[in-house]
């Protein structure tokens, strides 16, 4: 292939246009983590809204006269509206989860996300919504011998004079210098006398307002769609995680890599940009684990929720309700419909998934948010080795585990090697490779239509059957797990947990401990996995996906993290309750998201921890 | 009690189940400097943060210039005129000299306002590190910064967390100094300090705290004269 330079040269930049927006909308997010604190899933939400207030503000302007300022006069409106969104979302979400675990902001937020998408389509309908052209810069540029859209080079321009203004904001006003000194301490700041409420009322401003305007300027470029949201924030987490969170320098850097590995990486290998991107992530955090120009955070414990405490065991009227409870289980199909089964199978297979997912977060202290790569990847290993190779479906089962196990082991000995917030988004990155490949790689896949076809063996092949085929591996498999953590092995990833250093004081390697614990929950996460393929008869990517990994994370949220049983009992709640209303409502996501939010604010211990309290006024023992 | 700017009654203060502080009651008067003394974890630094509002009184009374304050975020008692030095010091290390005095910098209410310019006269070596990153400074020198810094919101009083603590002695005496020149620009200051010779060489007044309990409550050229009284409160 002979490429020629003036080829090249357009490449790189139309790599510096991306990477300019990229940076514009990656600043905010920076900007307000660094001061608050706070991982902002909502940011992708502001960037998507300020795509829509663009596309109805700038055409009402531009009928007055079309004209470039008009146009962005829109774009920096657009921009400020959703700046006053981010407002509303401090003052009434904000403000009261500055100090609650980490994990519960990320699932706050992603909360919000949820409202806005069902708020964009109730509001401007589910149709892409293309937007004008920037009046005075429709036309091309000649750059050697190749056309070059000269809105491109405007943005080329946009990234670096946004850094300038920030950097000016940053140092020359008092407000810039009052940010970045709560960027390293908040309490000292108060202590001075600042009120650091409005501070952070003004922080989430600027950061929507960043968003905002990193999506009204994308719209001569790609249409106002619902969802935008999903994709940019995955990309913006990186480049914050790359440049370091917090440092706004470190982002423009980052853009600017990510910007020109996408730009070269689509001509080199054109079916996996996204993998190239993640895979730089994964890079740069093994060998700088706080990004290229950030910093050890100063304190990572806060960011735990609480876990597992030292696990009890069940008095008799908790034994009663296990029997009873699996008895439920196990003579379901003797009363219920088809429905019911399928529901019933349903909760099984997510309870094993929840349990897994807490045998990580509540016993071993590593939050995963994408623990759905490694129910997905068990799924497309059975689904694939049944549909490709011909395969009876009780192998499949047993690879199944294998095969997420494999991945858990090697993703994760990367991801053990970090801590709090840093660990999540590194969990987050697999977990979208892992969804970019099986949604990009086409051929083997079938992309985002998934593969259909994967029914169990003959004789499990009644529904009725495979519920008890399903309700003795899953409950197996928690019976094994629940002995793990029992196990002098759970014990050590509980000390590793509260305390590595004294854990490694007394002799634990916690590092293999955290990956052996990371690959045993992945291989179970897999398992249930497997069994979800079967019993659906179909795989697609959204059983890799984030609402997946949120949708686990809710469960043992409204389980309670701090207890051994409690996820099945949170997956049980709520896949019902999600079964039961999202037939009912258009805007089940609009209810999922408001619930989530009110999980974290009201219940942040869980059902299991309402009645681990109860238990314990009533015993009083400990749970 | 015009005469006292603070007045700290049957205060109970501590971190999750562990109480630390037992009831501390001490009063300090208007351009007064106070010691409060103890040993490592006798809840100095506690008493301090929880008059300052930055460790949730549980019981008891803090009143400033007469008006209730506990209960009341940080923020807030800063601007009533009441500065606060933490025992890290904790200046902003990624800001300047100059910046981490702005940070501070709060309006005067009635008297002459600090400036830098001012800052500069007590503290001297600070004069020349403007634009210095705070990172790149000396123990000492951060300790000069953070009170300078304090100093900018102009409190009429200021709780100032063993200001010795790791100091080489020339510091120690520049520090001494510093404290003295509060004192004449009428400002209280009570000082939580290990450092007997440091405290009783500023102080007027000392309080002897042990296990969340005042212990000893008087003059400190009482203190400073009875050795066996020391020795029974400050065997350090």
Known sequence: MSVEFSFLLVQALSGLASASSLFIIASGLTLVFGVTRIVNFAHGSFYMLGAYMAVTIVPWLLQIERSPTLFFAGVLISAAVVGVLGVAMEILLLRRIYKVPELFQLLATFGVVLMVQDAVLHIWGPLDIAGPRAPGLRHGVMILDQRFPAYELFLIAAGPVVLGLLWLLMHKTRFGILLRAATRDREMVGALGVNQALLFTGTLFLGAFLAGLGGALQIPRVSASAQMDLAIITEAFVVTVIGGMGSIGGAFLAALLIGQLQAFGVLIFPKITLVLVFLLMALVLVVKPWGLLGRPEAAPPSAMPEGIASPGRFCVFEKLLVALALLVAAMLPLFGDAYAVKVATEVLIFGLAAFSLNFLVGNGGIVSFGHAAYFGLGAYASGLLVTKLGMPMEPALIVAPLASGFFAALFGFFIVRLQGIYLAMLTLAFAQIAYAVCFQWVEVTGGDNGIVGVWPAPWAASRIVYHYLVLVVAVLGIIALRHVIYAPFGASLRAARDSAARAEAIGIDVRAHRWLGFTIAGAAAGLAGGLYAFSKGSIDPTLLGIPLSVDFLAMILLGGMQSVVGPVLGAAAFHSIKDVFMPLTDHWRFLLGASIIALVLIFPRGLGGAYASLRARFTGGAP | ?236
């Open chain 2, 1 to 236: 009690m015009a005469d006292k700017v603070l007045e700290v009654e049957a205060l109970r203060a501590g971190y999750g189940p562990a109480e630390i502080l037992f009831g501390v009651s001490l009063k300090l008067a208007r351009g007064e400097v106070a010691a409060l003394m103890g040993r490592n974890g006798a809840g100095k630094s506690t008493t301090l943060k929880a008059i300052m509002g930055l460790l949730p009184p549980r019981a008891g009374q803090v009143r400033f210039a007469g008006q209730e304050i506990s209960g009341m975020p940080a923020f807030r008692i800063a601007r009533l005129g009441l500065g606060y030095v933490p025992e890290d010091r904790r200046i902003f290390t990624d800001l300047t000299v100059a910046e981490n005095l702005e940070v501070g910098r709060r309006a005067a209410r009635g008297h002459a306002a600090w400036t830098p310019e001012r800052l500069f006269e007590i503290f001297p070596n600070l004069a020349a590190m403007r634009g210095r990153r705070a990172a790149a400074m000396s123990g000492g020198e951060q300790q000069m910064l953070a009170i300078a810094r304090t100093l900018m919101g102009n409190p009429d009083a200021v709780l100032l967390d063993e200001p010795s603590e790791g100091l080489a002695p020339v510091i120690l005496e520049l520090m001494a100094e510093a404290v003295l020149s509060m004192k004449r620009e009428g400002i209280a200051v009570l000082l939580s300090e290990q450092n007997f010779d440091f405290a009783a060489a500023v102080a007027d007044r000392a309080y002897v705290i042990e296990r969340g309990e005042i212990r000893y409550d008087g003059s400190m050229a009482a203190l400073e004269a009875d050795p066996a009284l020391r020795a029974q409160h400050l065997t350090l």
